[in-house]
């Protein structure tokens, strides 16, 4: 098993470019989250979906829009990047809702000049 | 609202010395906790959890932590720290009253183990 599997690692934009970074798990998790991490903050909720089809706004879900077409992937998008996006992202997954062990990617580094 | 929050942003420790990382959290209702730890360039990875079974909980890695409602803290402990323990930890609450789906983390703890 793969686990949790992110693309791309790593990502430079100018501001106002648009990108979609891909969360894939092999688990047959129902849950999916996309977290950001800044430092001296932890990790703070963008959005998150219970199941294939569904999404739902997390804590900091301006400027990002999701998608889960496919149980297994969980896709995050900048339509419009600023630099206040600038963070390294993280997708996790549960088998069931949030009291779940979460098992995360290795994360996406993105830099919006 | 549930919160959590963790003392000290840098935790420095010699090797072999005890290490002590501290978390409390507000919560109405006794919640599930956790400790993740992230490696650096690395995803986090779970620890340990609580989930109202028993008060210490046993992680991996030689790593535990107790949970006191009547301090309402969850602190993580190792008794001899290892220069592999270097790197940074995270103390994350899931409410169980709400039936949501959103887990609340530290801002983490950065460990340093001296040789």
């Known amino acids: 098993n793969a686990g949790v599997t992110q693309t791309p690692k790593f990502r430079v934009l100018k501001t106002g470019q648009s990108m979609t970074l891909l969360c894939a798990q092999d688990?047959?998790?129902?849950?999916m989250y996309w977290y950001r991490q800044d430092p001296g903050m932890g990790l703070r909720l963008i959005h998150y979906?219970?199941?294939?089809?569904?999404?739902a706004k997390g804590e900091v879900p301006d400027g990002y829009n999701v998608s889960r077409l496919k149980k297994q992937n969980f896709l995050l998008g900048l339509e419009s990047a600023a630099p206040s996006q600038t963070s390294v992202y993280f997708c996790?997954?549960?088998?069931?809702?949030?009291?779940?062990?979460?098992?995360f990617g290795p994360g996406t580094r993105l830099t919006v000049l | 609202a549930q919160s959590v929050t963790q003392l000290g942003s840098h935790v420095s420790v010699s090797e072999g010395a005890l290490v002590l990382l501290r978390c409390n959290y507000s919560?109405?209702?006794?919640?599930?906790l956790f400790w993740y730890v992230q490696y650096p360039n690395q995803g986090l990875q779970l620890l340990l959890k609580?989930?109202?079974?028993?008060?210490l909980v046993k992680g991996i890695n030689g790593f535990e932590a107790e949970f006191k409602k009547s301090e309402t803290s969850f602190h993580l402990t190792k008794p001899s720290a290892h220069m592999s323990d270097a790197a940074e930890y995270f103390c994350?609450?899931?409410?169980?009253?709400?039936?949501?789906?959103?887990?609340?983390f530290g801002a983490g703890t950065r460990l340093f183990v001296k040789a």
């Open positions: 996790a997954s549960t088998l069931g809702g949030n009291t779940d062990t979460q098992y």
């Open positions: 688990m047959n998790h129902e849950y």
């Open positions: 979906s219970v199941g294939e089809g569904t999404t």
């Open positions: 919560s109405s209702v006794p919640p599930y």
């Open positions: 609580y989930t109202s079974a028993a008060t």
């Open positions: 994350a609450v899931s409410p169980q009253d709400t039936g949501g789906f959103k887990t609340i």
